[in-house]
């Protein structure tokens, strides 16, 4: 078992920056995918950043790219994500989610291909 711990949501103005980390309790795998979801009332949970193990491959959602930024640090088995310019769209709960799985034929944007999720962390962007 893998458990995520999020952290760092919060109220913030449009424009502004919140960054979030995800804490998971142990990485005994050799292969592995980190990411984050967001979730909006009324609307499906769905997949804002990703990265791979080696931190060589990274995916960002067309309403994210150019203004959030994923990052990790092996050492602590954390995961960031740096949340800049910020719009009242962006508001939901952040979800962190780990796959035990490669990067390569990842199905990224699927909830189901992840096998362990964070309890999530709310985010509001007021206008």
């Known amino acids: 078992q893998v458990q995520l711990v999020e952290s760092g949501g919060g109220l913030v103005q449009a424009g502004g920056s919140l960054r979030l980390s995800c804490v998971a309790s142990?990485?005994?795998?050799?292969?592995?995918?980190m990411a984050w979801f967001r979730q909006a009332p009324g609307k499906e949970r769905a997949v804002v950043a990703a990265?791979?193990?080696?931190?060589?491959?990274?995916y960002y959602s067309d309403s994210v790219k150019g203004r959030f930024t994923i990052s990790q640090d092996n050492a602590k088995n954390t995961v960031y994500l740096q949340m800049d310019s910020l719009k009242p769209e962006d508001t939901a709960v952040y979800y962190c989610?780990?796959?035990?799985?490669?990067?390569?034929?990842?199905?990224?944007?699927?909830?189901?291909?992840?096998?362990?999720w964070g309890q999530g962390t709310q985010v509001t962007v007021s206008s």
């Open positions: 142990r990485r005994t795998f050799r292969v592995y995918v």
């Open positions: 990265i791979s193990r080696s931190a060589t491959s990274t």
């Open positions: 989610a780990t796959a035990q799985k490669g990067w390569s034929g990842a199905d990224l944007s699927s909830p189901l291909w992840y096998d362990y």
